[in-house]
């Protein structure tokens, strides 16, 4: 057996090395699916790295509460991208922020409202800028590094704000304007500190802090008309009680909206979360683009391959006359199909990370290698040699040996 396997492969590579340009061809068709392929699951897995070590920075003892949605994911995305109420679908509460504060073991909760404004001063004006409403309590669950000046507090809660460094550059040209104001909604509020420019803008709150203006959520309330609570950071007493007083906040949360449920409660490994919608979108469509680039390179390959057949009838029909069945003849042309693929997948396993490596420096996107990634890539790749390269070998196979012996080129 194993040296009838070994005389397949020998009779492959033979082949293939007859019709070099063809064959590297054939391959590159193949390698530039797999190469989309890898280049998304790259991508993918260093926004969830990314994510997981700020999770794992921040500590062990934090618990997320997000809205639930009963409609799919994708239909969720899309609508969030596409309605102007994107910011309005979220039935979390500050009811909840104080009923999540009662449970045993809670020791600080920060809830976070996201909506846009336009951002004014005496030199510049920001069209859309991020606001987010919080509390005082939200650097003792997620620290961040402040630049200049405070972050709220109970004391300059009503009137202040915290802006991120680049925010701070387009508003003011300089970064440290502490003690200056701005406006928005018809109300003035006085910036009391600066963030710190943080490097990884990705995070699980799916906000960039960078761009974005912190304030009071209360404050928030009396000035906007209609403010929504997308997510509730949580931080507990003691990491071993994770897992019961999420439940607790679960049960706490079920009692007090009479039963409903709209709601998920995540700790640990499932904060972690895709933190751009708009990039799953872009990632789905890519997975699509390269879906349609593996059946053409698989289209390339059963294209070779019946030519390959065709070119190669008369020596087909000597192997069967000397004794060679049609399962040998259709493990031939496998073999030779399973080797193309199969070269074409290193070929791509490489030019894919060379395309995360590019993108990785005009990104925050480091290329994540990994095992997984390689391993998927070649069994992608395997079964398409096998899907393509089946016509041709069993049309190969079925050659009558006589009608093969009269044939000549």
Known sequence: MSLLLRNHIRLARASIKQNRTRSFLTCFGIAIGIASIVLILSLTGSISSLINHEVSGIGSDLVVVRPSRSKDSVTSIVEELTSASSFERSSLSMVDVATISEVEGVTAVAPIAVSTNT?????????????????????????LPLKYGVFLNNKNSNNAVVIGHDLALKLYNTSNPVGRTLSFCGQRFIVVGVLDELENTINFDNVNFNESLFMDVEAMENVMDYVQIQQINIKVLNTSLLEPISTNISTALKDNRYGDTNYSVSYGDAISHPASNLLMIISGMLALVSGISLIVGGIGIMNIMLVSVSERTHEIGIRKAVGASGYNILMQFIFESLILSIFGSILG??????LAFFVSLVTPFSPYFSWEIAVVTILTAIVVGVLFGTYPALKAARKKPIDSLRYYR
Do not use: D, R, V, W
Not at 130 to 143: A, Y
């Open 119 to 143: 951002l004014m001063n005496e030199e510049n004006t920001i069209p859309s800028a991020t606001i987010i409403g919080t509390s005082p309590e939200f650097t003792t669950i997620e620290p």
């Open 349 to 354: 396993i490489f030019l894919g990370y060379l």
